[in-house]
């Protein structure tokens, strides 16, 4: 479903290059369930930009739903959903409507787009907030009509740029809920990022763990658990334990100031 080979980006800032992703081999089966972790600023969501189309690899290349990125990014779009981190949705709009512009975007038919948008109103308990301003919504509310916008064409791929993110418990457990039942429907192959790691031990079978631009390690949960257990003196770790000791314990987006900030 994702192959990479040498995917890279650098920014250029005004004073430095950042090498946000350094060169990523990658390769994601159908159907799975991945879990892209990584501290802050680790290169998770450039790299998702990239294979979503969003954002131009610097090197390298990237077949995502069997299209390269960059010589056709329009036929990889109408293959993926895409859910990015913070949200989607204008929200100026009625939620019902704005999943029917949604629809409309994707080249549906307006009664078609209709009732998609009801169908995926149910699918994800929003048919009684159909009329709502989508900028009224909760939260939780809100995050489960951006994923309702990210597969209105049926996407075989989604990607979730940590979708859970600022959701009170009870609002996680239901979105998770939404996304396991919507997989085991449509088979779809998600490739979320997760601050939250019980989130990726329960519910991803791949864990793929990100670190200053570079993939540094890659295996189930379980698989990666009893590696820390054995080089390690942690009797039964958790994936909390696995990431910290990958990733090291000091602060990876620390502001570095400019010369001129130390000056003055
Ligand atoms: N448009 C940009 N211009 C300059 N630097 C950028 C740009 N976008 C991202 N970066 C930098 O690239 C690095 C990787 O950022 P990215 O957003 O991919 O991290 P992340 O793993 O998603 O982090 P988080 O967990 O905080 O969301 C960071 O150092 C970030 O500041
Ligand atoms: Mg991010």
Not at 18 to 29: N, P, T
Not at 230 to 240: C, K, N, V, Y
Request: glycine share 8%; hydrophobic share 40%; net charge neutral.
């Amino acid at each position: 479903m994702i192959t990479t080979e040498g995917l890279t980006r650098t920014f250029r800032a005004k004073d430095r290059t950042v090498e946000a992703v350094r060169g990523i081999d990658l390769s994601v089966g159908e159907g799975e369930l991945l879990a892209f972790l990584g501290p802050n600023g680790a290169g998770k969501s450039t790299t998702l930009r990239m294979l979503t189309t969003l954002l131009r690899p610097t090197a390298g290349r990237a077949i995502v739903a069997n299209h390269d990125v960059s010589r056709d990014p329009d036929a990889v779009r109408r293959r993926i959903g895409y859910v990015g981190q913070g949200d989607g949705a204008s929200h100026s709009q009625r939620v019902r409507d704005e999943l029917v512009a949604q629809g409309r975007c994707y080249g549906l038919t307006a009664a078609a787009s209709e009732q998609r948008a009801d169908e995926l109103l149910e699918a994800l308990e929003l048919t009684e907030l159909a009329r709502r301003k989508a900028s009224t919504l909760s939260g939780g509310q809100r995050r489960r009509l951006d994923v309702a916008l990210g597969i209105v064409h049926r996407p075989a791929l989604l990607f979730l740029d940590e979708p859970s993110t600022g959701l009170d418990p009870q609002s996680r457990a239901n979105l998770w809920h939404h996304i396991l039942r919507l997989r085991r429907e449509t088979g779809m192959t998600i490739f979320l990022t997760t601050h939250y790691l019980e989130e990726a031990d329960t519910m991803a079978e791949r864990v793929v763990v990100m670190d200053e631009g570079r993939i540094i390690a890659d295996g189930t949960a379980p698989e990666l658990k009893r590696a820390l257990a054995a080089r390690s003196a942690i009797e039964a770790p958790t994936l909390d334990d696995v990431f910290l000791d990958l990733t090291g314990r000091s602060l990876r987006d620390r502001f570095i100031a400019p010369p001129e900030a130390v000056a003055a």
